[in-house]
């Protein structure tokens, strides 16, 4: 999703203060980019910001975006970008994955821990999830801040034709004309179907603000995410082969599955799948499977 990524990464840089405060849930009074690659490593972490807030305390604020695919698994990156990010800025660090695409993240509780020989955590290690695509389209409507709702496509809407219809009015009330041209340029990239694309876009036409958008770069950005999602179900087709050939080996090794078990392997994606396979090697016991 790397179109995505830069789209997103540019809404949230020009509305940070915005996207701070919906994170945060607390006034802020200005959120400041830092460099995303961190030192003595080839780490890159999607957004970073120096938050300033309202009552004169300071954090870091650190985004990622991600969707169904991921190299691996979103927990160990975390544990990569975290500890980078509190030793760098020595702040208050609040860390948020927000999941894009139905399914994203299903299994991400955002607590993970490594135990030692006795069973005892070690190391433990917190981030906030977000899916999107479970979050009612109302949550984001009565956030109070403008720039998000150029997610709302993303959200689960029960009821798109007035919740769009209102999203688009209040983009062309609040918004100055370069902020409407990020916001509009962003909602319309992150529809999810081409219907509500066509809806959009006649609500924009009625005072030409269709105009003013990049829609070269729309309908490229559409193109892609078409070829995005043609890959995607070839390696869904993929991921669903090798669920197969792990529960049958979970079988043959511990016998019957629990139902939870079963669940849990078949909505896995791919390298989570290769992570489990791999401990199934040296594990002893199911549980030592999934830990």
Do not use: C
Request: charged content about 20%; aromatic content about 6%.
């Amino acid at each position: 999703m790397a179109e995505t990524d830069s789209l997103l990464k540019r809404l949230v840089n020009a509305f940070s203060v915005d996207f701070a405060s919906w994170m945060l849930g607390l006034p802020v009074q200005a959120a400041v980019p830092l460099p995303s690659e961190l030192p003595a490593a080839t780490v890159r972490v999607d957004q970073v910001f120096h938050v300033h807030l309202a009552d004169a305390r300071h954090m870091l604020l650190h985004l990622e975006w991600q969707g169904r695919r991921s190299h691996a698994p979103m927990s160990w990156r975390m544990l990569e970008y975290m500890p980078r990010l509190a030793s760098t800025y020595r702040l208050a660090l609040e860390s948020v994955v927000l999941y894009l695409g139905r399914g994203a993240g299903r299994d991400d509780t955002g607590l993970h821990q490594v135990q030692g020989l006795t069973g005892a955590p070690v190391l433990a290690w917190h981030y906030r999830v977000i899916r999107l695509w479970e979050m009612p389209a109302e949550v984001l409507l009565q956030a109070g801040r403008l720039a998000p709702l150029a997610l709302i496509g993303q959200t689960d809407l029960a009821d798109p034709v007035p919740t769009l219809t209102t999203v688009v009015a209040r983009m062309r009330q609040e918004a100055t004309e370069p902020q409407r041209q990020h916001l509009l340029t962003a909602l319309l990239a992150l529809l999810p179907n081409e219907e509500m694309v066509t809806m959009v876009e006649r609500l924009l036409e009625e005072d030409d603000v269709l105009a003013e958008l990049d829609l070269p770069y729309l309908r490229r950005l559409r193109e892609q995410s078409r070829a995005e999602g043609r890959a995607e179900g070839r390696a869904e087709g993929r991921a669903e082969g090798e669920a197969t050939m792990l529960l049958q080996l979970l079988h043959t090794r511990f016998g019957p599955l629990p139902t939870d078990v079963t669940t849990r392997v078949t909505t896995a994606d791919a390298d989570t799948l290769l992570h489990w396979s791999t401990r199934l090697l040296s594990a002893q016991t199911l549980a030592e499977v999934f830990r």
